[in-house]
């Protein structure tokens, strides 16, 4: 069973459109993340919310929205998408609550090209 | 702020050569120390961590010790192979929010 699944696996799109990549975890854990790894393989954490609740968001533009409709799943919503979202996405997710470390669990990713 | 530096790469060995890779840390307090390893089209996955001063993680023949005197966690193995070809990343966590803080990545090519 896939531990962290995020769907699609690959997006390609046109500039100005709106698009949703799917997180969901199967582990139980009260903690998931989304980060960004660019096309120079730099990893930057984007969000980070514990039990539906948000805890981190670094300096990400209001375009991205992340959702959580319950613990198990974390959805990123980006509105409006430029040319400068094309990017890996990665979802992870950690057993224990914000406020610890923990080993994070990480999905396979999303490839996001923007056109 | 935190933050991780590792070597820049790519780094290309032969088969059952040796591997350094080097990465230092910045952070306040005392963070969690982690290696993750991205193979080809592949997501993260865990490879080693150390959680205080002088650990030492290992696996798959890895090994990385915390050494908080010189704020350092360098990957090391002993005999690559082939299937080490990965791009390797050093991070750290505090305690602050668990949140991950990356070095830029090390490409390993591993030639036959």
């Known amino acids: 069973d896939t531990a962290v699944s995020q769907t699609p696996k690959y997006l390609v799109t046109q500039m100005g459109n709106d698009k949703s990549i799917k997180c969901e975890q199967n582990?139980?854990?009260?903690?998931m993340y989304w980060y960004k790894q660019d096309s120079k393989k730099f990893l930057k954490i984007m969000f980070s919310?514990?039990?539906?609740?948000?805890?981190i968001n670094e300096t990400v533009p209001n375009r991205f929205s992340p959702k959580s409709p319950d613990k198990a799943h974390l959805n990123l919503h980006i509105n409006s998408l430029e040319l400068g979202d094309s990017a890996v996405y990665f979802c992870?997710?950690?057993?224990?609550?914000?406020?610890?470390?923990?080993?994070?669990?990480f999905g396979p990713g999303t490839r996001l090209t923007v056109l | 702020g935190n933050s991780v530096t590792q070597m820049e790469g790519p780094v290309t060995l032969s088969e059952e050569a040796f591997l350094t890779i080097n990465c230092t840390y910045t952070?306040?307090?005392?963070?969690?120390l982690f290696w993750y390893v991205q193979y080809p089209g592949e997501g993260l996955q865990l490879l080693l961590k150390a959680t205080k001063a002088d650990d030492k993680g290992s696996n798959k023949g890895f090994e990385a010790t915390y050494r908080k005197e010189t704020t350092s966690f360098h990957l090391e193995k002993g005999s690559v192979q082939v299937s080490d070809s990965a791009v390797y990343f050093c991070a750290l966590s505090d305690n602050a929010g668990n949140m991950l803080t990356f070095g830029g990545g090390t490409r390993l090519m591993v030639k036959p």
């Open positions: 992870a997710s950690s057993p224990l609550a914000s406020g610890s470390t923990d080993t994070q669990y």
């Open positions: 919310y514990n039990n539906k609740e948000l805890i």
């Open positions: 952070a306040t307090g005392y963070p969690s």
């Open positions: 582990l139980g854990h009260d903690t």
